[in-house]
Nanobody
Framework: QVQLVESGGGLVQAGGSLRLSCAASGRTFSSYTMGWFRQAPGKEREFVAGISWGGGSTLYADSVKGRSTISRDNVKDTVYLQMNSLKPEDTADYYC???????????????????WGQGTQVTVSS
């Protein structure tokens, strides 16, 4: 079992930046590929970014590519999502998640992730 707790969300003006954090506990964090997802009101949860268990590989949704950076600290058992040049359409609840099985490639479907945090809200005003 992996427990995940997100933080860092908030209200920001368009063009601003936020850094989301996700602290993990439980099973060996460094063995799991991690992902960030988001869900806007009335929409399905969507993949935002993922990072491999060692941190050597990353993957981004086209909607955030070039504006966001995912990283992890396997000593602190924490994964981060730095978001820059935020847009109103980035407004959503953001969730971090750990993939179902250790040491797997970065996957983008919600069903590939077994462990989820409670989410942190990001609101971008225009």
């Amino acid at each position: 079992q992996v427990q995940l707790v997100e933080s860092g969300g908030g209200l920001v003006q368009a063009g601003g930046s936020l850094r989301l954090s996700c602290a993990a506990s439980g099973r060996t964090f460094s063995s799991y590929t991690m992902g960030w997802f988001r869900q806007a009101p009335g929409k399905e949860r969507e993949f935002v970014a993922g990072i491999s268990w060692g941190g050597g590989s990353t993957l981004y949704a086209d909607s955030v590519k070039g504006r966001s950076t995912i990283s992890r600290d396997n000593v602190k058992d924490t994964v981060y999502l730095q978001m820059n040049s935020l847009k109103p359409e980035d407004t959503a609840d953001y969730y971090c998640a750990a993939q179902r099985f250790p040491r797997t490639a970065i996957l983008t479907t919600t069903s590939s992730y077994a462990y989820w945090g409670q989410g942190t809200q990001v609101t971008v005003s225009s």
